[in-house]
């Protein structure tokens, strides 16, 4: 039992994942970052979380010191979201956006605020999406508020107390930000006080469930399930419209409006404690399956994410080039090694495809070829999420 509390529900009842503290770690921008860290489970909420320690505190201010989002980018476009299947993807804002769209009027002028507005990809996609909306933008850390006043329908970028802002907006979007902040509920609660009495609040956040590399990143501290994301929503009087785990693969998407503050029923302790627990072990065999290839040459990793990050780490550096389907990625170097397209890699390459296993096969059969080896992640065991 740890003796810090939790940090979703503020109870003392965090019980931690021992097997974490050797565990490959990235950051959430993508570079590779040192074992350890306290991952646990919440027995009131269920709430799979890192532990807010001075340590954790110490390595996040570390992280974000040099925190560069998208830089595996040749021009440091918002990353893509893509069809398995096929292999069509375009960023992930504008897959969200248009996925959640009959929540709101598009075609009447609106307010609309992005928490977390970063290099601001999301206010863009905002404006191509509904033209006539004024828009403004939220950041404790903005590094070039120019370039975010310059975009398209922007009236106002803010730092500073969230509280400060004017109430009234019809939609707010919090994308990949709740993940990263040690007061969630709080949060929650500031951005309810400010939407409009019918406005909107779209969140999106990683899902572990569907993708264990989530557990990997060092600064993110909550990893949230549909079940616990409601629980947290319905705490600070958010009502959820819409929650789903299929608008974006491997994360959730909750859609809110303002409501009655609730208390809802959390999701069963001992299963997601058990799930984490063989979350970690199966990491542990991805780290193996890498090193099992790490002899061949020339290696590709795919993917310039989480995963690959992962996998290359792992591998110490003992690979050649990622492979990435992301147009705004190809011709870019990530950990010093070049990013090819699919087609660019050689005939005779081995390929490793650290990627979650319903997700893996698909990308293992486009880039299969005579002369190829491709390796793939190994299966979860039956009845295993994933």
Sequence with gaps: MSVEPCHVCAADALVEVAAYGAQQRVTSDCRPWRQGGRLAVCRACSTVQKVISPEWCEEA????????????SATGAEQYSFDPSSGFGQPRSTTILEAVAGHFDK????RFLDLGCGVGVTLRSVHALAPSWRLEGYDPNIKDRASLEAISGVVGVHDGALEGLTAGFDVISCFHVLEHIVSPRETLKK???LLSERGVLIVQVPYFHDNAFDLTIADHCSHFTPDTLAALAASAGLEARLLSVSVVRREITLVAAKAEIRHLAPPDFQAEFDLVTEALSWLADVVETAKSVSHAKPLGIFGSSIAGVMAGAALDGAFDFFIDEDPTRVGAHHMGKPILSPREVPAEASILVPLMPSIGLAVAGRLAGPLRTVVTTPRWREGAVG
């Design 61 to 72: 201010d570390a992280i974000y010191a040099g925190y560069q989002l998208y830089a595996q």
């Design 191 to 193: 951005a309810r006080d």
């Design 107 to 110: 075609t009447r002028e609106a």
